[in-house]
């Protein structure tokens, strides 16, 4: 299995669905949308939702606006300096993406359920599953890197 994750670098994107293209306006979109939804649901939170959170949901809310922030910031840079011609690479921005909607966006759910009384606790499980995916991806990033260097 080792072998197969080794083998992706050199796979061309071409046998692929996205192109080069997508890949980056994806990772620009996702920079700019999550960069946006970070400052307002960091406002919101410090203002409206303050006053309803207890602490521990407080600190949980700000931890899911900072990570949310942190891979807006990486898929903006990787989107300018990254080629896209491998499936490597695609896989990088994936990983990002999906990683912080279902990290950061369990947490906000986690969070707001939890403060009105009717916590959804099925989002519980998907939080390590998005922290997951942000692992995953920078490893692949590491990999990238180390790849490139060598």
């Not at 959170?53 to 949310?68: L, N, R």
Request: hydrophobic content about 50%; overall charge positive.
């Amino acid at each position: 299995m080792g072998g197969e994750l080794l083998e992706l670098e050199h796979v061309p994107l071409q046998k692929y669905s996205k192109k080069p293209m997508e890949t980056i306006l994806v990772a620009q979109f996702f920079a700019a949308f999550y960069g946006f939804l970070a400052i307002v649901l960091g406002a919101f939170g410090a203002h409206a939702l303050k006053k309803k959170f207890t602490s521990d949901q407080m600190a949980s809310f700000e931890t899911g606006v900072k990570y949310q922030m942190y891979h807006a910031i990486v898929l903006l840079v990787l989107s300018f300096n990254l080629g896209f011609n491998t499936l490597h690479e695609q896989l990088i921005i994936n990983c990002f993406v999906f990683g912080t909607l279902l990290f950061s966006f369990s947490i906000y759910g986690l969070c707001i359920t939890g403060a009105s009384g009717k916590k959804w606790r099925f989002l519980g499980p998907i939080t390590p599953l998005g922290g997951l995916l942000l692992a995953v991806g920078w490893l692949l990033l590491l990999y990238h890197f180390i790849e490139n260097f060598l």
